[in-house]
């Protein structure tokens, strides 16, 4: 199966070299010498569901072309398929966080991508838990902020609370999100990689990004343009089984997408000082196998501030069965996807909170997704000053015009992923300031 979507990879780049481009269609700001001797004016690094609706994006621009690269032999295996597969709200980032604002655009976007293309989502709507004073001063606070935003929440009647969800215990009180929801992951980014195909935009997988580096010519950097010369980029690439060997392709402009690789990738090009080190938090996920309590709306507990999370939390999937999760676990590797069973008894205490008649017994591990984090124990919400909150960076990285890097990805990064996409765009080209 693998094999007949991708592309043969040296055929795909051996195509590429050939691709005729209309130059002249190609409005950027950033230049006005960019090379038109590239293989490709746009190369997506990373093929999760924010590099495909980037590259999607792109590849809409008349006159130009795109290619994305991916070191699995399908798009979307990593952090893109482990995950809760939630439609946030964006009520948990904090004042004009690009957090907040591509989430709230990006929900919107995504809703109307799934209703006109038929891709699988529910508007299942989202409760807030309070189980004490402490907690719900925090739904207080969280409610105040969701109406300076302009996000819709409100605070549901204790009668409300045992009509919808007689299972749930709720102490203090219940705040509830409406346009939370629940999307089919897979299925969208299976959409976004036929648009981009039927696009022209092309994918080259089973392909490992190892190196990046600025082509320039003419003169060099000055304190003045440190970016002063350069015309695209030389990518190189090593075949992921080494079968297919090494190969370099060269693009105007370089987004790089590459999740728990992106760190990676910005230390490939950015001088020594301008590296970072990567941070991961793994979440591991818990299965339920029992059909009561059946709930029907997504259950989070009241926020704590400072987690790397959300709490452990009960979502649903399209088929209405339930799954709790994830926590978080702070790991070297991101490769270890192992789930860790020593996670399940805390798991248990957390869930026992705000579904007591739970069945224990039917509580197994799952699967693990791993957030890509930029400091480490940081958190992803904004808590109550916003200490220790990291936001998104999305951002042409100075004195390396047309390279736009995309770094600490986390959630709600599936919901923002197509507003994500217009901001690379109005990065690159300036046309389409819509957040
Ligand atoms: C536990 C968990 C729960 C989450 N829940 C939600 C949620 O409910 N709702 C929500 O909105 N968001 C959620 N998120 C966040 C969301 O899943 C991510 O923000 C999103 O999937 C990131 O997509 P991406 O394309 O940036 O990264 P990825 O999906 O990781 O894709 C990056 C791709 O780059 C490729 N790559 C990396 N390095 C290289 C290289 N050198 N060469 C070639 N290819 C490379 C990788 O193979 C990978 O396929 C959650 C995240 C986690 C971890």
Excluded at 67 to 76: K, N, Q
Excluded at 109 to 129: G, Q, V
């Amino acid at each position: 199966m693998e094999q007949t979507i991708s592309k043969s990879r040296s055929v795909l780049l051996l195509l590429a070299r050939r691709l005729p481009r209309d130059s002249s269609a190609v409005r950027r700001t950033f230049s006005t010498s960019r090379s038109n001797d590239a293989d490709f004016t746009h190369a997506v690094i990373g093929g999760g569901v924010v590099g495909l609706a980037i590259a999607r994006q792109l590849a809409q621009r008349t006159g130009t072309s795109t290619i994305l690269i991916e070191r699995h032999g399908s798009v979307g295996t990593e952090t893109s398929s482990r995950n809760s597969e939630v439609i946030h709200a964006g009520i948990y980032y904090g004042p004009s966080s690009l957090k907040t604002r591509l989430c709230i655009r990006g929900k919107n976007l995504l809703y109307d991508l799934c209703e006109t293309k038929s891709i699988p989502y529910r508007r299942t709507k989202k409760w807030i838990i309070a189980q004490d004073e402490r907690q719900m001063q925090h739904l207080t606070d969280l409610h105040a902020f969701t109406k300076s935003i302009d996000v819709p929440t409100s605070f549901l009647s204790r009668r409300e609370i045992q009509d919808r969800e007689p299972d749930v215990r709720a102490d203090a009180g219940v705040l509830e999100s409406p346009t939370t929801g629940i999307v089919d992951s897979h299925a969208l980014m299976s959409y976004l990689e036929g648009d981009l195909d039927s696009l022209g935009g092309d994918q080259v997988l089973h392909t490992v990004v190892t190196g990046v580096e600025a082509v320039r010519s003419g003169g060099g950097p000055s304190a003045d343009d440190p970016g002063n010369g350069i015309t695209s980029y030389e990518i190189r690439t090593r075949s992921r089984d080494g079968a297919g060997g090494e190969d370099t392709i060269t693009a105007e402009c370089v987004v790089n997408a590459a999740g728990l690789g992106a760190i990676a990738v910005n230390n490939m090009l950015l001088p020594p000082e301008r590296h970072r080190t990567a941070y991961f938090a793994k979440g591991t996920y818990f299965s339920y196998s029992a059909s009561r309590p059946r709930v029907k709306t997504l259950l989070y507990p009241a926020p704590v501030p400072g987690l790397g999370g959300l709490g452990t939390h009960l979502t649903l999937d399209m088929g209405g069965r339930a799954r709790f999760g994830p926590d978080v676990e702070w790991v070297d590797d991101p490769t270890d996807l192992t789930p860790n069973p020593a996670r399940l008894a805390d798991a248990v205490k957390v869930i026992q909170t705000y579904l007591p008649s739970v069945d224990v017994g039917a509580i197994d591990l799952d699967y693990c997704g791993i957030r890509p984090k930029l400091s480490p124990g940081s958190s992803g919400t904004y808590g109550k000053d916003g200490k220790g909150f990291e936001d998104f960076i999305i951002c042409e990285e100075h004195g390396f015009p047309g390279f736009v890097n995309l770094l600490g990805i986390e959630s709600p990064g599936l919901t923002s992923a197509l507003a994500i996409a217009e901001r690379v765009e109005d990065i690159l080209y300036g046309e389409k300031a819509k957040v």
